[in-house]
């Protein structure tokens, strides 16, 4: 009963919290009914800029540093963030310090949190399913990092999904417990989910809703106080959907978000002394933080991804198909993007690579199927291209031009959907495997291939790489398969005809592997791997057996 009546208060609360946000905004920054958001997507300019606000104790505060934001596509300065420099952070600092290590909630200390995030995960889901909702965040993404509606949607759709499953009780069911009979009467283990308390979240540009929600609800499911930091050049999309899940009922004080330079960042991580940080991005920060934090993170580094074609030939139109969308889509911005194919014999006896070759050829700037390099420039992946065709052997078998009849400024990055053959043995060879493997974040592959006699080769190879996040094996021979999957370590590898390296959905694990400070995403496992804790409660009430007497020393 009074569990009840707690359920019913919190949910009398959680709209008036919702309620008390909106009615601290100017309801005139509302935009096209959206009673949450303060932008319009297609109205940012350079004579109409947007601006991004960082969220600290409870109240959207602007600085007095500002980084202008160059718009992808004609480098207009579109968007002004208000940055946080090294003299600013101590307010984030002292709000973090006031969570204590045992967290916001956990399963002895206000467990009607896990009902009341249930209950914001149901309405933020909500929110995403109204098409002005979800047109409003598509169409955010598509101006920040541009990529097909049909991508940006994508992610838009999965974190909408992702809410749906951990509405309801779900959230509580993230922290079960388990028990396990004593040694005597009056004993028993019980094991439980423990938060960390003050804990950080670092994300990238290249999917500026789905990562930083799914690891920002997660780090909150579990009972911690997160700070989010996602890179500024997208931020602005996070912005809008902290205001929406205020809307929701996230109580305003629980999160702290913040824009910042990467020095900042790594100094307030420092002072504040965050108990955990998801860093998700390059492999260099990345051991940087964890050199810096004493191990106390959690990684979804890079990934030179590869995929593997096996002996079976069949379906060659939905093969091409898929290693163009694995390559390509978001203009290989993903960090699940293939990066190198290794192609049986049988299949380069057919017009798989010419099929490859005209679907990248229909890409184009209009519907954003190729667009905008963010991290890469062009000048930088032409020269990689130029020292891969010196390797012997090697040869271009598609693009490898820049984009033409563009805007787009040169701090940016714009190329042809490109793919560079290098044979497998010339790979191998120790002077150049690090160049072969060099992740390029942007619309680049290698493609090689191998006899069935070389398999041996291309594991090898695939053993040698140092990230190992995805992969795929296309083939529905079982032994093969075998073979492939028991000899290799990506965390995410799929596997059989429809075998890709991308796309991956909010229903399965996604994260690297072979690597113990190694994240995931957007499953229970993962959440609670990242995000919690192992605490055991051993009870041990008594009785003292009858005729009890002091033993000797021991």
Not at 273 to 286: D, Q
């Amino acid at each position: 009963m009074n569990r009840i009546l707690a359920c019913r208060e919190l949910r009398a609360r959680a709209p008036q919290t919702a309620l008390s946000w909106f009615s601290s905004l100017n309801i005139s920054r509302s935009v096209h009914g959206l009673p949450f958001a303060t932008v319009e997507a297609e109205e940012i300019s350079g004579s109409q800029p947007a601006e991004v606000l960082n969220l600290v104790q409870g109240k959207w505060k602007k600085t007095a540093r500002w980084n202008t934001i160059l718009d992808p596509l004609n480098g207009e300065p579109f968007i002004k963030v208000s940055e946080v420099d090294e003299t600013g952070i101590q307010p984030f600092v002292e709000s973090l310090s006031k969570c204590p290590k045992h967290g916001l909630h956990n399963p002895f200390k206000a467990p009607e949190r896990y009902l009341m995030f249930g209950d914001i995960s149901a309405k933020a889901a909500h929110m995403l399913s109204l098409p002005k909702v979800f047109d409003f965040f598509t169409r955010l993404i598509q101006r920040v990092a541009p990529k097909s509606y049909q991508q940006a949607s994508g992610e838009v759709y999965v974190t909408r999904k992702f809410l749906e499953n951990f509405a309801g009780d779900q959230v509580r069911f993230l922290a079960r417990s388990f028990g396990v009979p004593g040694n005597h009467l009056g004993q028993q283990s019980h094991g439980f989910r423990w938060p960390y308390g003050p804990v950080a979240i670092v994300t990238p540009f290249n999917f500026p809703l789905e990562i930083p929600v799914l690891q920002l609800m997660g780090a909150l499911y579990m009972g911690n106080k997160p700070i989010l930091k996602v890179d500024s050049k997208v931020s602005i999309v996070m912005e809008q959907m902290m205001r929406l899940l205020h809307y929701c009922g996230l109580p305003i004080e629980d999160v702290e978000f913040i824009n910042s330079d990467g020095k900042t960042m790594n100094k307030l991580l420092l002072e504040a002394n965050t108990r955990m940080t998801l860093f998700t991005g390059s492999s260099r920060v990345a051991e940087k933080l964890a050199l810096d934090l004493k191990g106390r993170v959690k990684l979804e580094d890079a990934g030179f991804d590869w995929k593997i074609l096996g002996p079976d030939v069949q379906e060659e139109d939905y093969v091409a198909w898929v290693c163009d969308q694995d390559a390509y889509a978001c203009s290989g911005q993903k960090c699940s993007a293939q990066s190198m194919l290794f192609i049986h014999e049988n299949w380069s006896k057919t017009s798989l690579l010419s099929k490859m070759k005209d679907l990248a050829e229909r890409r184009n700037l209009e519907d954003l199927t190729i667009g905008p390099v963010l991290t890469v420039t062009t000048e930088t992946m032409l020269e990689h291209k130029n020292k891969l065709l010196q390797i012997s052997g090697s040869k271009l078998l598609f693009g490898g031009e820049p984009l033409k009849n563009h805007s787009i400024p040169p701090i940016y990055g714009a190329i042809e959907p490109t793919a560079i053959y290098v044979p497998l043995e010339e790979i191998l060879k120790g002077n150049n495997f690090d160049l072969v493997t060099r992740e390029i974040f942007g619309p680049f592959q290698v493609v090689t291939d191998y006899r069935s006699d070389q398999l041996p080769l291309v594991l090898d190879a695939v053993e040698r790489m140092h990230a190992h996040l995805t992969a795929a094996v296309v083939s529905n021979d079982p032994l093969f398969l075998q073979e492939v999957i028991g000899n290799s370590v990506n965390g995410t590898t799929y596997a059989g005809l429809r075998a890709r390296t991308t796309g991956a959905p909010q229903n399965h694990w996604f994260g690297p592997a072979g690597d113990p400070r190694g994240a995931g995403i957007g499953t229970p496992e993962a959440i609670k791997l990242v995000w919690s804790c192992h605490r055991e409660i051993i009870y041990d009430v008594g009785p003292l057996p009858k005729q009890w007497e002091i033993p000797p020393s021991t």
